[in-house]
């Protein structure tokens, strides 16, 4: 049970709700992680901020499974259960793709790198080794692409420690966690 009551979108502060709308409008419902993030409209906003030009950096699919196995490694079930929905109904993957993200793996080579990379920035703290990041750009990815990684991180970060610090009741069907 969440360590804080989660404010309905009418409870919520009134600058808020053009941004709740929208996410609502996304998903096809207001989830808790945003309602609670409400509650500070500057964190939403920051939240959104990060998210949004993020939302462009690599492929959708790409995205989800690094949200997946950061969202393992930052240990929010929450999380893993909404990015398991966004991967399976948005991004259209299959559930082995996202089990396998889960454990910081992929059947295509240059994606488990990237997840691997992403799933050590998030366990190190951003200290990786000189030879971690030669592995990424050899895989063909760009410097670009390495710092967009590095930001889905924090990004997904951010919206991990809110959700582990208040145990945020999980709103996502988890029947389909794999």
């Known amino acids: 049970m969440s360590r804080v009551e989660i404010p309905s979108r ?28 409400a509650i500070s409209p500057k964190t939403l906003a920051a939240l959104v901020g990060i998210q949004t030009p993020l939302m462009k950096a690599l492929d959708l699919k790409t995205r989800e499974r690094i949200a997946l196995v950061v969202s393992e490694v930052n240990g ?13 109904n948005l991004a259209k993957d299959s559930p082995e793709e996202i089990a396998l993200a889960r454990k910081g793996q992929s059947t295509d080579s240059k994606i488990r790198v990237i997840i691997q990379f992403a799933a050590k920035v998030a366990e190190m703290r951003g200290h990786v080794s ?8 050899e895989a063909g990815y760009s410097d670009a ?10 990004q997904f970060s951010l919206t991990n420690y809110i959700n582990n610090v208040f145990d945020t009741d999980i709103d996502f ?3 389909t966690l794999v």
């Open 173 to 175: 069907p988890t029947d």
């Open 76 to 88: 929010c079930p929450y999380c893993v259960a909404a990015h398991t929905f966004v991967a399976l």
């Open 10 to 37: 009418e409870n919520t502060p009134p600058e808020t709700h053009e941004t709740l709308d929208a996410i609502a409008k996304r998903f096809g419902f207001f989830p808790n992680l945003y309602r609670l993030t």
């Open 145 to 154: 692409e390495i710092i967009e990684v590095i930001g889905l991180v924090i």
């Open 130 to 137: 000189e030879d971690e990041i030669a592995c990424v750009r």
